[in-house]
């Protein structure tokens, strides 16, 4: 059975920084793509940032692009979501996902999801 556990969220104020960690279990962990989405109240969850299984390539959404970086240390099972100059605007709850080999930006092709983390930035 896969599964993600999501840790490191909290409250910050705007300009601040907080680290995410992702536990995966059940799974291969270093032959799986790995990925950092968010839903703010009332929208619609959105894509922030993906990992190749290597490591070896990101993605990020324009919006984090700069601010936020995403890694992964395969011998802990884990990746992390690392949040700077964070704004009032990223404040959401964060899911890591996993999917196959191949990257993708959908949340519709990620097979496996953490129960989330609230974030919320004060201005």
């Known amino acids: 059975q896969v599964q993600l556990v999501e840790s490191g969220g909290g409250l910050v104020q705007a300009g601040g920084s907080l680290r995410l960690s992702c536990a995966v279990s059940?799974?291969?962990?270093?032959?799986?793509?790995m990925g950092w989405f968010r839903q703010a109240p009332g929208k619609e969850r959105e894509f922030v940032a993906a990992?190749?299984?290597?490591?070896?390539?990101?993605y990020y959404a324009d919006s984090v692009k700069g601010r936020f970086t995403i890694s992964r240390d395969n011998a802990k099972n884990t990746v992390y979501l690392h949040l700077n100059s964070l704004k009032p605007e990223d404040t959401a709850v964060y899911y890591c996902?996993?999917?196959?080999?191949?990257?993708?930006?959908?949340?519709?092709?990620?097979?496996?999801w953490g129960q989330g983390t609230q974030v919320t930035v004060s201005s």
């Open positions: 990992i190749t299984w290597s490591g070896g390539s990101t």
């Open positions: 996902a996993t999917r196959g080999k191949y990257i993708s930006l959908g949340s519709s092709d990620y097979d496996y």
């Open positions: 059940g799974r291969t962990f270093s032959g799986y793509t």
